[in-house]
């Protein structure tokens, strides 16, 4: 009797265990949105929201156009200051990475500098891809979302 005791009492710990790993992994799979940016090409505008909906900045923007895929991703990294895209050898300020899920190029939301692309910001598509922000704006959107897990950041692109 004392040996079906412990076995009951093993396999009911062994449940319990289990269902722990379960709600934890739900929990975890869909954490709560902080951080939301919007960026909508027709308008040429970055709107970013608090995780309860209140708008937090809305800056002037510009997309790549036709180059910058519409949709919802979560961010995927980060770099600070100043840096050169690897592939248009152009100078990217407080970098916040996306991917998109159709497999084209990895993305970014990050700060410009040169006098065309500063001229375009809220009136035109400017660029081969990669949302644009003032430097300034880029280092304050780069801020707020490196406090988050990146699950916690989503950006949106609309049409």
């Known amino acids: 009797m004392q040996h079906t005791v412990r076995l009951l009492t093993a396999v009911v ?6 269902l722990g790993a379960v709600l934890v992994n739900v929990s975890t799979a869909h954490a709560a ?4 940016a919007v960026i909508d090409k027709s308008e040429h505008q970055m709107y970013v929201y608090a995780g309860d909906g209140k708008l937090l900045y809305n800056w002037p923007a510009s997309t790549g156009g036709g180059y910058t895929p519409t949709g919802t991703w979560h961010v995927t990294g980060f770099a600070a200051g100043m840096h050169k895209s690897s592939k248009y ?6 970098t916040v990475y996306y991917e998109p899920a159709d ?4 993305r970014a ?5 040169d006098a065309a692309n500063v001229a375009a910001l809220g009136k035109s598509n400017a660029g ?7 430097v300034d704006n880029s280092k304050i959107f780069y801020d707020l979302a490196a ?3 990146h699950s916690e950041v989503v ?4 049409p």
């Not at 497999?103 to 990895?106: D, I, V």
């Open 147 to 149: 406090q988050y897990k």
């Open 103 to 106: 497999g084209t190029a990895r």
């Open 128 to 134: 081969m891809g990669c949302p644009h922000l003032s």
């Open 13 to 18: 710990f062994v449940a319990l265990l289990a």
């Open 89 to 94: 050898k152009t100078k990217m300020y407080w």
């Open 33 to 36: 949105t902080k951080l939301k």
């Open 155 to 158: 950006i949106v692109i609309q």
């Open 109 to 113: 939301v990050h700060g410009i500098s």
